[in-house]
T-cell receptor, first 113, second 110 residues
Framework: EAEVAQSPRYKITEKSQAVAFWCDPI?????LYWYRQILGQGPELLVQ????????DSQLPKDRFSAERLKGVDSTLKIQPAELGDSAMYLC???????????FGDGTRLSIL | GDSVTQMEGPVTLSEEAFLTINCTYT??????LFWYVQYPGEGLQLLLK?????DKGSNKGFEATYRKETTSFHLEKGSVQVSDSAVYFC?????????FGSGTRLSIRP
């Protein structure tokens, strides 16, 4: 089965630096999600795209986080500047459409020093 | 708002033991319910789901029944294996958004 691809798998950076994560969803999937998973907790939705449009970014800290999906395919999540509290696993998921099963990538583990 | 509460871990069992991981939910309306599994270093995989009351989801020997009267969706398996060691997340879907519980870490001893 095709997978959701994420890169990098691991990222270590210092606070105040910029960091970016990339996600390539399963081909044909219109809906793309970015989640943040703090150690010991369940994932929390940061942003949801339907094709190239944001449909939910209510939990995205917009002063430092941004997300885009310009052509409605792959997506980038950026943090600038990074803070110590941003250390977490960042998971991308995609689904054929809203209300369809979500398929998750392996995530990017971010450590802020 | 909608939420999911699941039993805290870690849960440690011997191989072939019976497993129950409790999950209860709070939601308006009638959400779909899920169990996801996360193996070390990997993303989440959908284990099973149920979309309406009294539905039973099952996969790989795991089962869970949607109980509307007790707002529960407990995960069970009759005989666990070492390979079942992972973190299990109960979740609900409401208004196209998935809300996850905090996860239960399961460790199986050989």
């Amino acid at each position: 089965e095709a997978e959701v691809a994420q890169s990098p798998r691991y990222k270590i950076t210092e606070k105040s630096q910029a960091v970016a994560f990339w996600c390539d969803p399963i081909s044909g999937h219109a809906t793309l999600y970015w989640y943040r998973q703090i150690l010991g907790q369940g994932p929390e939705l940061l942003v949801q795209f339907q094709d190239e449009s944001v449909v939910d970014d209510s939990q995205l800290p917009k002063d430092r986080f941004s997300a885009e999906r310009l052509k409605g395919v792959d997506s980038t999540l950026k943090i600038q500047p990074a803070e110590l509290g941003d250390s977490a696993m960042y998971l991308c998921a995609s689904s054929y459409d809203r209300d369809q099963p979500q398929h998750f990538g392996d995530g990017t583990r971010l450590s802020i020093l | 708002g909608d939420s999911v509460t699941q039993m805290e871990g870690p849960v440690t069992l011997s191989e072939e033991a019976f497993l129950t991981i409790n999950c209860t939910y709070t939601a308006t309306g009638y959400p779909s319910l899920f169990w996801y599994v996360q193996y070390p270093g990997e993303g989440l995989q959908l284990l099973l789901k149920a979309t309406k009351a009294d539905d039973k989801g099952s996969n790989k020997g795991f089962e869970a029944t949607y109980r509307k009267e007790t707002t529960s969706f407990h995960l069970e398996k009759g005989s666990v294996q070492v390979s079942d060691s992972a973190v299990y997340f109960c979740a609900l879907e409401s208004a196209s958004k998935i809300i996850f519980g905090s996860g239960t870490r399961l460790s199986i001893r050989p």
